[in-house]
T-cell receptor
């Protein structure tokens, strides 16, 4: 595709519900990253996929967060039993490899009521 | 582990002025440094990427420099325009070695260019 695509662009959910956020990286990009941007917290790394290697999950804030990447392309970030502090913009990025420019999607704005 | 700091948090300048945004980092073995722009409610747009072997990169009115020894990078914007108003973020890889390249971001500088 022309760029990194994320869906939905906005998601409002009730506390305790599960949500799934989707990321379509740029075609051919082997690396995919998830970040979270919270008010007052700035941008923080969540998880990183590179090719067929095991993902680096070191940034996931709790075990309620998980992500998968199917077929080396589309990725889904799942948040279980959402809490109000999960409210943030979730950004996905992809790159040709770990050393090159990261290209970001427009993000999914998650609001947990 | 890399830490990135940006000062000032906000900057307001009249149109036409040249300006410099500052970024500092703690690990001088930084692999590369990337400058982004973020408009309200939007994602990040990559502006410039400087590899560790480079000292600067230029794109149009933008020039970014990298000084690894002092742990500093600057983004110079020439002849600023109201359309340059946005938040500017710098970021470097979280770790200086290994294959992982997840980015550590500064908190950003919110730039307003007044017409």
């Amino acid at each position: 595709g022309a760029g990194v695509s994320q869906s939905p662009s906005n998601k409002v959910t009730e506390k305790g519900k599960d949500v799934e956020l989707r990321c379509d990286p740029i075609s051919g990009h082997t690396a995919l990253y998830w970040y979270r941007q919270s008010l007052g917290q700035g941008l923080e790394f969540l998880i990183y996929f590179q090719g067929n290697s095991a993902p680096d999950k070191s940034g996931l804030p709790s075990d309620r967060f998980s992500a998968e990447r199917t077929g080396g392309s589309v990725s889904t970030l799942t948040i279980q039993r959402t809490q109000q502090e999960d409210s943030a913009v979730y950004l996905c990025a992809s790159s040709l490899g770990g050393a090159t420019d990261q290209y970001f999607g427009a993000g999914t704005r998650l609001s947990v009521l | 582990k890399q830490e990135v700091t940006q000062i000032p948090a906000a900057l307001s300048v009249p149109e036409g002025e040249n300006l410099v945004l500052n970024c500092s980092f703690t690990d001088s073995a930084i692999y590369n440094l990337q400058w982004f722009r973020q408009d309200p409610g939007k994602g990040l747009t990559s502006l410039l990427l400087i590899q560790s072997s480079q000292r600067e990169q230029t794109s149009g009115r933008l020039n970014a420099s990298l000084d690894k020894s002092s742990g500093r990078s600057t983004l110079y914007i020439a002849a600023s325009q109201p359309g340059d108003s946005a938040t500017y973020l710098c970021a470097g890889p979280k770790f200086s070695s290994g294959s992982a390249r997840q980015l550590t971001f500064g908190s950003g500088t919110q730039l307003t260019v007044l017409p």
